[in-house]
């Protein structure tokens, strides 16, 4: 079963219309109820900061634009690619398009990715050294499961000194050059902040470590951010024309939203990129 949380309840305008009894009456509340289900757009997102983005959309920008966002919480990175597959939502905004690529080869998918909205650097924490040079020998690194993501990860090790750099696209841990003695232990992206103390140190994606307290600075080692591919983005099936996308793609875009991530994340968890 998905995990999903609706964090907008619609409230159907039918229900506080008085009907009167009038034929022209009864077309306009019917055209009133139509207009109101026409401009909400469903959206699938990751809890943080995705969807703590598009609540401070919903909440101070839509309105103007004559927009409502039913907004789902997903979290996890399959599902929201899923439910925008078979038409239950009409964007999601979790991902990259390094990981679209993949799941598009993998999947089917045809979806159409907007442009880059935030970035969320991952690093490399631990909670039982605080220096690179303390890393153990033989010790144990996690690493998420997922291969765009892991491929991501394995550049910052790259960076780190752990295995051979330039790291290819596509590459996996079976397939990488170790450089130092070190186990690596696989872990879906969700547990792996959870498991931290579990392992000897871990690189975890921005919006889990989030979701656990951690922020880049308390990293060993942190993504670096200019000319980075891992902009998360708004994405709609090809070829949908609903004109509530552009809307939404656009406040994503604002001033206020570039505004908000600054003040919200002021210690570079999330960064606009844009």
Same mark, same amino acid.
């Given at each position: ?9 619609? &409230? ?8 009167? %009894? ?20 469903? &959206? ?32 996890? @990175? ?14 999601? @905004? ?14 089917? @998918? ?85 498991? +931290? ?8 994606? %921005? ?5 656990? %307290? ?20 708004? &994405? ?11 809307? +939404? ?7 206020? &939203? ?12 999330? +960064?606009?990129?844009?």
């Amino acid at each position: 079963m998905r995990k999903l949380t609706s964090t907008l309840a619609i &409230v159907t305008t039918a229900a506080a219309l008085t009907l009167t %009894g009038c034929s022209a009456g009864t077309d306009n509340n019917g055209a009133d109820s139509t207009k109101e289900e026409s401009a909400t757009l469903i &959206v699938a997102a990751n809890p943080t900061p995705h969807a703590k983005i598009l609540e401070f959309v919903r909440d101070n920008l839509a309105e103007k634009e004559g927009l409502k966002l039913d907004i789902k919480q997903f979290d996890d @990175y399959i599902a929201p690619n899923e439910v925008l597959q078979a038409k239950e939502v009409d964007v999601n @905004y979790f991902q990259t398009i390094p990981y679209l690529k993949d799941q598009a080869e993998k999947r089917g @998918y045809d979806f159409v990715p907007g442009k880059g909205i935030h970035l969320e650097p991952l690093a490399l924490y631990s909670k039982r050294i605080t220096d690179l040079k303390d890393f153990p020998e033989g010790g144990q690194l996690g690493i998420i499961n997922d291969p765009t993501n892991q491929t991501r990860a394995l550049n910052l090790l790259a960076q780190a000194g752990f295995v051979e750099g330039p790291v290819p696209a596509g590459a996996t841990i079976n397939t990488v050059k170790k450089l130092k003695n070190f186990e690596f232990v696989e872990v879906a992206g969700p547990q792996l902040a959870r498991s +931290l103390e579990d392992v000897d140190a871990a690189v975890i994606n %921005g919006n889990f470590a989030q979701a656990v %307290g951690l922020a880049p600075k308390d990293g060993l080692i942190v993504e670096e951010t200019k000319d980075n591919p891992a902009s998360n983005l708004l &994405v709609w099936r090809n070829g949908d024309q609903n004109p509530n996308i552009q809307k +939404l793609e656009k406040l994503l875009h604002s001033d206020e &939203v570039r505004d908000y991530i600054q003040k919200t994340w002021a210690d570079g968890a999330v +960064l606009p990129s844009f």
